[in-house]
């Protein structure tokens, strides 16, 4: 992979995690109840986080 | 068992254990076999970001605002991802010019100017006051509450203590000596502190593994896991309310974005942060690994705060525990010594770790950008005639450690009691803010001026002082609580905490609106107003361009003037001793091709970049300029001759690049047409190859065919019987030329692409029953025993029915050819294999060689020495069966041990 493509892709990523982490994506989750007995709001976040730190490494690692 | 004697020793020795892992690691870079040069420590020596605030500060935080903490990490995590394009570069850039430190890589940016390095310098120790004394807050509280055991009161305020009596006050002076020990024992060129580095990296473990044993601790050992304690929360009015929505809790989403935000910039212009990521840097490519790994750290150490949050809210809900402690004070509440030790051990961790990396970090700031230009411009010193003045800059160090810790207590004795940790910590975090726009807009904007730059700089800090340091100290009583109420003389649009009355956001969220708006407003505003001078432009495209340089000539080029070796020798020797001037002459010489000192080196321009940038390494660009000034006569270059080499190098990078590109297009043809030449010789070869074994194998029936027919022609009186034989040879052979040239005419048609298919769907059962029931009568004539298994149902396959029993009959006929007459064998199965049927067909004859096995498909090989055996065939059938079943996607080949027979197998899709 050329450097321009992992640059663009890193890029791409730091956009979606704006978009997963702010208004109003976030606002979806902002609600009561709960997830495997975790609220909504916790699970989301902590879940999108990993995912994020994921897809990360798969681009940084490629 | 927790008395204060057994919890200072423990401090002690495990203060001591990290003095003894930065020993050893010392030792191993200097017999050059490093330890910390892996991705894995340098992530790890990235986690010093999480301190004392993370440690114990952020389950306070949880404790009021739910999920508030958390942007704090998730900020970073977005910045990282920028990282390789933003950090990447200023590694290149940092590595290039021997930056030293944050204050360093601006004032280097912007003109080697010692007035920005000295501001940033300013505003970085004052700004990271109120964070280091966050640090001795949370240790000396942790302390406090921990002596008490087994009862749990808070520390009362510290106000009236002396300060010979005070904890906090005798830390500071502990980690100033540790510090000292640690960072300031020689002075390397290059600035790094490997044993620093690795005693972090081992802190961040220590750490990470305390929290997440108090973790597991409340979560499980407490609580039945993570849906017990929060169903136990969501039953408690008070706590309910807690567990859904954000926008009445954490301020909203405006707060959100701007903590965001701000530790986003933190990540990246915290100068311990900026130090451990690019001072300490061995290896550009350890970013691969540390861009996921440092972020999944982050996540780690934050999984258990909500639950610890809420374990501790649960456990103590009349309020008179702080939240801030709850880390230490359940597992004391619960009677575990041994696991409250451990979560002592992580907080002194968390905060030593922050004290030690930035207190190195501001002092070398202190040291090279602030006192040094001051010193050296004072002729009265006359330090240009010190021999050696490595002791001078160790000195300085030193004391700015000492200063800067004791900065630190007095801050968190102004106006530290009055905060939580986390409040604290973001007055800093707004602070180092300000060198964002300078930084980013330096690496990436060629058009920013020196004048630009503290305009910016000025504005923004002075903004931040107004809006965020000036209100603490007003609420701890320092200032008239007036000014916060009505302004200052009365002017209620002057509110710090309502500037021009923009009200109805949280503090942070107000100064950052503020301060960065006057920041990137004077930056930009005054930088498009005022025209760089030449050391700026050169510096700004030695940054912004610096990808696309050609290393070399970097910075030589710019240079006009005298200078003579020895002159040059004597000042690097005064700062980085005489052995130190030694390699570096010998370096620069041998890139030249020469030895120094045997041959003599001239005193031009590259020496003297060279020896400018290694002075740089010791005392920042500033200083170094200064320095080399002193002993260099130089001709001053016009900002046009500036802009002109510029030009013609820009040019020149454009030009050489349209001819790399040119000339791999080139390349790329040439390769092209070599590969479609070896290919034309190829099939010319191969041709040739089979006209010759074509004529071949068409000359053997036709010898025999002439010979017998001419013995039947000149005998007449040959015998019935013989007669018989010779017509019967005859015939054969003529079969086994319409056999051959049928086979011809087959492959060429093949390989044409002209054969006629004709696809159906064909039941390979009736294919198999039909070719041996075909094949019967040779079976019967040779002893050979057919054996099928074919399952009853078969799915059919898209083939042509008459090409299929072709294949069928080829491989059949080959095996009855091969089998030994009598005892032969020959086994047919037919099974569902993945997407298709599989069809295998054993024989038990005397094998193939390895060797042949891999050359059987191919065309005209007969497996044998074909010198001395009767061939058994064309050589054609296996090469047209293969051709047959790959038409229709399939494959086939061959298994065989010699002398265990041959299975040959092939598939089909169905």
Known sequence: ?62 | MLQGPVIILTSFAYLGLLFAIAFYADKRADAGRPVIANAYVYSLSLAVYATAWTFYGSVGRAASDGVGFLPIYIGPTLMIALWWLVMRKILRISKQNRITSLADFVASRYGKSALIGGLVTVIAVIGILPYISLQLKAISSSYSILVQYPQITMPAAAAGTSIASDTAFWIALILAAFTIAFGTRHLDAAEHHQGMVAAIAFESLVKLLAFLAVGVFVTFGLYHGFGDLFARAAAEPKLAAMLTPLEGVAGGYASWVWLTILSMMAIMFLPRQFQVTVIENLDERHLNKAIWLFPLYMLAINVFVLPIAFGGLLHFPDGAVDADTFVLTLPMAEKQEALALLVFIGGLSAATGMVIVETIALSTMVCNDLVMPVLLRLRALRLNERADLTGLLLGIRRGAIVLILLLGYLYFKLAGEAYALVSIGLISFAAVAQFAPVVLGGIFWKGATRRGAAAGLVAGFAVWFYTLLLPALARSGWLPAGILEHGPWGIGLLRPLELFGLAGLDQITHAMIWSMLANIGAYVGVSLLASPGAEEARQASVFVDVFRQNPDTRGARFWRGTASVPDLYNMLARFLGAAGADASFRDHAAIKGRQWPRDALEADAELVHHVEVQLAGAIGAASARIMIASVVKEEALSIEEVREILDEASQVVVYSHRLEQKSRELEAATAELRQANERLTELDRLKDDFVSTITHELRTPLTSIRAFTQILLENPQVELEQRRKFLGIITKETERLTRLINQVLDLSKIESGKAEWHESAVDMREVVADTVTGMSQVFEEREIKVDTSVPERLKPVKADVDRMIQVMLNLLSNAAKFCEPGRGRIEIAVSEHGGGLRIDVRDNGPGIDPDDQKVIFDKFRQVGDTLTAKPHGSGLGLHISRQIVEHFGGRMWVESAPGQGACFSFTLPT
Do not use: D, H
């Open chain 1, 1 to 62: 992979m050329s450097e321009e493509t992992k640059s663009q892709r890193f890029v791409a990523l730091c956009m979606l995690g704006m978009l997963l982490f702010n208004f109003p994506i976030l606002a979806l989750f902002n609600v009561g109840g709960t997830l495997f007995g975790v609220p909504v709001l916790y699970a989301y976040l902590f879940m999108a986080w990993a995912a994020l730190i994921a897809l990360m490494a798969l681009v940084a690692e490629r």
